[in-house]
């Protein structure tokens, strides 16, 4: 099965399956990127975890409501409210809800939202892209001993994990989205709305350029994303310039690396089951 038909499989949207794992294996992953899911999903498979997906805060609110969660990942920034509005409700609660560990993902959030964070109770904060080994880590104070214990003996070593090669799917994905997000920053206006969604595309490019190992279209896209939030159109749109021009030429490179990359259909004849 690829990746993205299990992302799918799995949202909560569907709901959660009957409880047929020991308390505390099932993580709830809050992550509107179709690359964060992506990335997230494959660290986490590779801890033996069994993870729901929740798309926006609405359905991870419903999920939470559904299912005894051992931790939440939560993303800051989500379509229809953010990672701090879903915390504050989900603590607001009681019960298991109050005391769920959640961990929040971010791409840069700032000195504010970090403290808005810890003060609605957040038990870690993690910076995207996420080390594999720090994720691991820090779920390791959260799920219970004898689940990490058989993550360990499920998980590839940290040596293998940093030797991942940029594989066709992860780069299909990317460039799939990322042109979507290009699209509607070139041709956003410069109302109020038009600026928050410049803001909050930038915001996710920003993020998800670096798990492709691209820093300069990372850089541009956090620029613009900072413009974009201030209002600062003087230089909003040279900043726009340059970071469709750097998105320019990291889609040649990505496209040119699909080009030495076999097709799926090849992939499964060259590696059949066992």
Not at 82 to 96: D, F, I, N
């Amino acid at each position: 099965m690829q990746l993205v038909d299990a992302i799918r499989q799995r949202a909560v949207e569907q709901g959660p399956r009957p409880r047929d794992v020991v308390h505390g294996e099932r993580v709830l992953l809050v992550e509107d990127s179709e690359v964060g899911r992506a990335v997230s999903l494959r660290q986490l498979a590779n801890l033996g975890l069994v993870v729901d997906v929740a798309l926006s805060g609405e359905e991870a609110l419903q999920a939470a409501g559904r299912t005894r969660y051992g931790v939440i990942l939560l993303d800051l920034q989500l379509p229809d409210m953010s990672g701090t509005q879903v915390l504050r409700r989900l603590r607001a609660t009681g019960g298991s809800r109050e005391e769920l560990p959640v961990i929040i993902l971010t791409a840069g959030a700032t000195d504010a939202e970090h403290r808005q964070c810890r003060e609605l109770g957040a038990n870690r904060i993690l910076t995207k892209p996420v080390d594999a080994h720090e994720l691991r880590s820090t779920l390791a104070e959260w799920l219970p001993p004898e689940i990490m214990a058989s993550a360990g003996r499920n998980r590839q070593t940290d040596e293998q994990e940093r030797q991942q090669p940029l594989d066709r799917e992860l780069i299909e994905i990317f460039l799939r989205e990322s042109d979507s997000r290009i699209a509607a920053i070139r041709n956003a206006s410069t109302s109020q709305h038009d600026r928050l969604r410049i803001a909050r595309d930038a915001h996710t490019l920003s993020s998800t350029s670096q798990y492709v190992g691209d820093t300069a279209t990372s850089l541009a896209a956090k620029r613009v994303e900072g413009l974009a939030r201030d209002g600062e159109m003087k230089n909003l749109g040279a900043a726009i310039k340059e970071l469709l021009l750097s998105y320019h030429d990291l889609q040649e490179r990505l496209h040119k690396k699909l080009a030495t990359l076999p097709a799926p259909e090849e992939r499964d004849v060259q590696n059949p089951p066992s």
